[in-house]
Every structure is written in structure tokens, then in C-alpha cells.
């Protein structure tokens, strides 16, 4: 079946501007997680969503970046005011709602690809 | 320090090679231990998946953990061209991540495998 989308793979904007990245989870995933990948620096969360939960929004690195999930199923991160700091690779991921002791892998995006001039 | 260190290479082999991959971890809370595949502009895969202690074979694959030593590796036997990419470790306190969500990656060590 059709992996985790993310839309558009790769973004070019200029220094303060507004960007919106897009993820299409998996058909039936509830969890939905943002991470960011920086050259060198690994991947860092960002987001969290679980079903109808309040996000999980500890990493977020700014008050410029915001994400929302509608109808429970696709996501939106956007970042206010570009900064050159914010270029990196935003993956998303999406799993069958997880619980303190179950078992639900996180299954990823190719991402996209954000450069800020 | 940062919670979880690994060695960013680049790691070169010939084709055929044992290849080791190491995380070391700071944060004994850690129970749930994963290796992850990322090729180049690809999003990254799961590869292998343990719990505590101990090892786990998954074909030409092996991950070890070994909590007193805050210390996991992964070993590929027989490597091939087509292993090239770059292998994160990720951890977490829960299952996947769990209900909090989010997993611990180290920075991912770029192979080579040469033909």
C-alpha cells in the first residue's frame, strides 16, 4: 500500500518567508510525528500527534514554527520568517496509535528538502 | 554530552567485509533499542528492533545491546555494494518511541560498501 507522502520534496524560499511542509500518514496510522534533519546534527523531533490528543509540541525548536493535524489525518508544519538556520530535511512519520508497552514502528517520508536563501 | 553518540565516518569497505556499527548512550532509562537504513534523498527504514539486553539476527544482520556498558552495535556480514547508506541508532524509553512519541537518534555513520 502507499507509504507516508510528503509534499513538496524539495522547497527553495527566500529569508523571511513562510513555508508550509505537508505529510500524508499511512491510511489508518493515528500517531504522527515531525522531525527535522540537519546536516550533521541527526534527526531531532519536533511535533507529536496522537489521535485526538493535545500535540506533543516539546520539540519544536521556535514560536516561528507550528504544525496542525485536520480530520485526524494529513499535517501541516509551518515556519514563520525563514531563517538560514531553519535549512534542513523535515521528515514526517506515521504508526498505528503506540501505548506505554506496544508495539508500533514509525514509518517514515523521504521529506523535504528546505533551503532558505 | 549528548544523549546518544555515534560515529559519523565515512566508513569505507571492500565488498564481502564484516561491518560494525556503534551507539553509545548516556541515559539508562533506554529500554527499546532500533537500527535504521537511510539512502541518499530517501526517508529512513527500519532495520532492526531489540529490546534490553542481548542480541537479535535478522539474516546477514546482527544488533547487540549491551545495557551495562550504555553500548549497541550493528554488524552486517557478507556487506554488498547495495548496503551503501547511511545507519542511524535510535532509542527510546518505550516501545518506538510509545506514547510520548518521540525516538533518540545518533547522527548516522555514512558506509560505502566497494564493489
Known amino acids: 500500500g502507499a507509504g507516508v507522502s510528503q509534499s513538496p520534496s524539495n522547497k527553495v524560499t527566500e529569508k523571511g518567508k513562510d513555508v508550509e511542509l505537508r505529510c500524508d500518514p499511512i491510511s489508518g496510522h493515528t500517531a504522527l510525528y515531525w522531525y527535522r534533519q540537519s546536516l550533521g546534527q541527526g534527526l531531532e523531533f519536533l511535533i507529536y500527534?496522537?489521535?485526538?490528543?493535545?500535540?506533543?509540541k516539546s520539540g519544536l525548536p521556535s514560536d516561528r514554527f507550528s504544525a496542525e493535524r485536520t480530520g485526524g489525518s494529513v499535517s501541516t508544519l509551518t515556519i514563520q520568517r525563514t531563517q538560514q538556520e531553519d535549512s534542513a530535511v523535515y521528515l514526517c512519520a506515521s504508526s498505528l496509535l503506540p501505548g506505554m508497552y506496544s508495539n508500533q514502528p514509525q514509518h517514515f517520508g523521504d521529506g523535504t528538502r528546505l533551503s532558505i536563501l | 554530552q549528548k544523549e546518544v553518540e555515534q560515529d559519523p565516518g565515512p566508513l569505507s569497505v571492500p565488498e564481502g567485509a564484516i561491518v560494525s556499527l556503534n551507539c553509545t548512550y548516556s541515559?539508562?532509562?533506554?529500554?527499546?533499542f532500533m537500527w535504521y537504513r537511510q539512502y541518499s534523498r530517501k526517508g529512513p527504514e527500519l532495520l532492526m528492533y531489540t529490546y534490553s539486553s542481548g542480541n537479535k539476527e535478522d539474516g546477514r544482520f546482527t544488533a547487540q545491546v549491551d545495557k551495562s556498558s550504555k553500548y549497541i552495535s550493528l554488524f552486517i556480514r557478507d556487506s554488498q555494494p547495495s548496503d551503501s547508506a547511511t545507519y542511524l541508532c535510535?532509542?527510546?524509553?518505550?516501545?518506538?518511541?510509545?506514547?510520548?512519541?518521540?525516538?533518540?537518534f545518533g547522527k548516522g555513520t555514512k558506509l560505502s560498501v566497494k564493489p
Open positions: 541515559n539508562s532509562a533506554f529500554q527499546y
Open positions: 535510535a532509542m527510546s524509553r518505550h516501545p518506538y518511541g510509545g506514547s510520548q512519541g518521540n525516538l533518540i
Open positions: 500527534f496522537q489521535g485526538n490528543s493535545a500535540p506533543d
